[in-house]
């Protein structure tokens, strides 16, 4: 790709890149900032801001942010600090996301480092604290995982939008906010109660993920700057479709992904019983021995590696890896679809239409 550098895990078109540059010294800006305001609260509160700096300095695709912009310059707003600040807000709300994602899953790393709250629990074994590193870790990374929220509400508050502007925006995101969670517990609910169907899956993959990193970003961006009603709707069809691509992606790379380049083991997901759409057709076209394995093993506590291979096998022999690979590319082409040159101007438009190849199509 022409122009293109890596950021994560994608190459990202040069001019993406380039915002991720800014967004991340805006990161790192603020929450330097509220460290600083808030440490008067009493010194040990800094380890929260500690563990917010290391996640974020770990890396991330910064898809969320960049997306915001690309939005807010659809409805003829320019990248400008306020911008900037209201994108890092987004980055802020992921950071919140993922630290409880892994404190839920237990899963032990991310972004090729430990996860909060394992690395939170050697804080402690380091430190010769009393009490059980283990639950020191999991209450603090949810407590990391908290204050990450709140930053990111102060963050979009603060980003200098006024309130004809900031304050839609602001209903935008407290509705993805709800969605994001909903999501995540329908997530956890699939998973401890099984057979879920793949209507379902496909549900639970656009609120838990989907809906706040394409639909919400993009359209919070148009918002603050001021887009009219057809312009949102085009980008509800594109942010819709192509955040379910990315998150069926997420779930292959999750099953068959290098844990070299995607920085999370290939084990945890069905481990944890995750009910994904990968899944839900495998269990559709399997039968006799081979369905009990993946509808009664995956998800329990006893499950065996030699199980989660043999899982892993019936995902691919199934026929289910090829048919979620296909439909990814359905929901890439309906977002180059909605982009309309009518409605959404042309040079945003190209750049849109490129990220949603960068995004849906990742590397295993």
Avoid at 52 to 64: F, N, S, W, Y
Avoid at 277 to 297: N, S
Avoid at 330 to 345: F, K
């Amino acid at each position: 790709m022409a122009g293109a550098r890596t950021i994560g895990t994608l190459e990202l078109p040069e001019a993406c890149a380039q915002l991720v540059t800014r967004i991340d010294a805006e990161l790192g800006r603020f929450v330097a900032e509220q460290r600083a305001e808030v440490s008067g609260e009493g010194p040990g509160v800094e380890g929260l801001f500690a563990e917010l700096e290391r996640v974020i300095e770990a890396g991330g695709k910064r898809l969320r942010p960049v997306f915001c912009c690309l939005g807010l310059r659809t409805a003829g707003g320019e990248v400008d600090g306020r911008c900037i600040r209201a994108a890092a807000a987004l980055e802020l709300l992921h950071t919140f996301a993922i630290v409880h994602d892994d404190v839920m899953d237990r899963s032990p790393s991310r972004r090729g480092v430990a996860a909060s709250w394992v690395h939170l629990a050697e804080v402690h074994r380091r430190s010769g604290w009393i009490g059980e590193p283990p639950s020191y870790g999991l209450a603090a990374a949810i407590l990391a995982g908290d204050m990450a929220l709140v930053l990111a509400d102060r963050a979009l508050r603060r980003s200098g939008f006024g309130p004809e502007r900031l304050l839609p925006a602001l209903k935008r995101y407290d509705r993805m906010r709800v969605e994001v969670v909903a999501g995540q517990f329908l997530d956890v609910l699939g998973a401890h109660r099984g057979g879920t169907t793949e209507p379902e899956a496909r549900r639970i993959a656009v609120l838990k993920s989907g809906g706040y990193t394409v639909e919400a970003p993009v359209q919070i961006g148009a918002i603050l700057a001021g887009a009219d009603e057809p312009l949102l709707a085009a980008l509800s069809r594109y942010g819709v479709a192509l955040g379910e691509a990315f998150q069926l992606r997420d779930d292959v790379l999750g099953v068959f992904g290098d844990p070299a380049v995607t920085g999370k083991d290939r084990e945890s997901d069905l481990r944890e019983g995750k009910r994904t759409v990968l899944l839900a057709k495998a269990v559709a076209a399997a039968a006799g021995q081979d369905r009990r394995l993946l509808e009664d093993r995956i998800g329990r506590p006893d499950v065996t590696s030699q199980e989660l291979d043999r899982a892993r096998d019936l995902l691919e022999s199934t026929g289910a890896l090829d048919a979620t690979l296909a439909l990814i590319d359905d929901l890439v082409a309906r977002a180059g679809d909605a982009l309309d040159p009518r409605v959404v101007p042309p040079d945003v438009g190209s750049v849109l239409s490129e990220m949603a190849s960068v995004v849906a199509v990742r590397r295993l």
